[in-house]
T-cell receptor
Framework: GAVVSQHPSWVICKSGTSVKIECRSL??????MFWYRQFPKQSLMLMAT?????????EQGVEKDKFLINHASLTLSTLTVTSAHPEDSSFYIC????????????FGDGTRLSIL | KQEVTQIPAALSVPEGENLVLNCSFT??????LQWFRQDPGKGLTSLLL?????REQTSGRLNASLDKSSGRSTLYIAASQPGDSATYLC??????????FGTGTRLQVFP
């Protein structure tokens, strides 16, 4: 079945560092990918929609300059957390679908980001 | 605005029991509903997707039903096993493929 790979799975870094997270669709092309954030014991909240070849669409309250999204190819989207601070520590998950209507989304295994 | 809630929030049962997890949504204008499983510290695994024209979907010991008019879906797990322990999330799409997730049900099945 469709597989979405997310890398890295765990990041620990100092405050002020920028961190890049990759999301790849391994066996299908994804014109659209989604980035979610999940705090402990809470559900997933959509941050932004990543569109191949165009600007990402951000949800209300998500800082565009803080969370930079690049979707340069049909199989790769990246999320860069710029100048990360402890409050950015969270679990980030990406998803993608094949673009066919009414098909399930496939999720990566997530990235746990810890900012010291 | 679409809101998705799940009850119970947590459930602990002995192995072998049949379970029902509930998902409610406020806006019935959905074209599908998806159930996911999330293991601790992991991403999501898609379990079942029910299209709006369907009333239920089955996969192995899992059966999901959908009643759009009442804004409800249930996930039935037959003969539960310790390996079923996880958080179960339901989600509905809005604005094409964006997903709104429910609050989740944390399930623990003990031997």
């Amino acid at each position: 079945g469709a597989v979405v790979s997310q890398h890295p799975s765990w990041v620990i870094c100092k405050s002020g560092t920028s961190v890049k997270i990759e999301c790849r669709s391994l066996d299908f092309q994804a014109t659209t990918m989604f980035w979610y954030r999940q705090f402990p014991k809470q559900s997933l909240m959509l941050m932004a929609t990543s569109n191949e070849g165009s600007k990402a669409t951000y949800e209300q309250g998500v800082e565009k300059d803080k969370f930079l999204i690049n979707h340069a190819s049909l199989t790769l989207s990246t999320l860069t957390v710029t100048s990360a601070h402890p409050e950015d520590s969270s679990f980030y998950i990406c998803s993608a679908n094949s673009g066919l209507f009414n098909q399930p989304q496939h999720f990566g295994d997530g990235t746990r980001l810890s900012i010291l | 605005k679409q809101e998705v809630t799940q009850i119970p929030a947590a459930l602990s049962v002995p192995e072998g029991e049949n379970l029902v997890l509930n998902c409610s949504f406020t806006d019935s204008a959905i074209y599908n509903l998806q159930w996911f499983r999330q293991d601790p510290g992991k991403g999501l695994t898609s379990l079942l997707l029910i299209q709006s024209s369907q009333r239920e979907q089955t996969s192995g010991r899992l059966n999901a039903s959908l009643d759009k008019s009442s804004g409800r879906s249930t996930l039935y797990i037959a003969a539960s096993q310790p390996g079923d322990s996880a958080t179960y999330l339901c989600a509905v799409p809005y604005n094409t493929d964006k997903l709104i997730f429910g609050t989740g049900t944390r399930l623990q099945v003990f031997p």
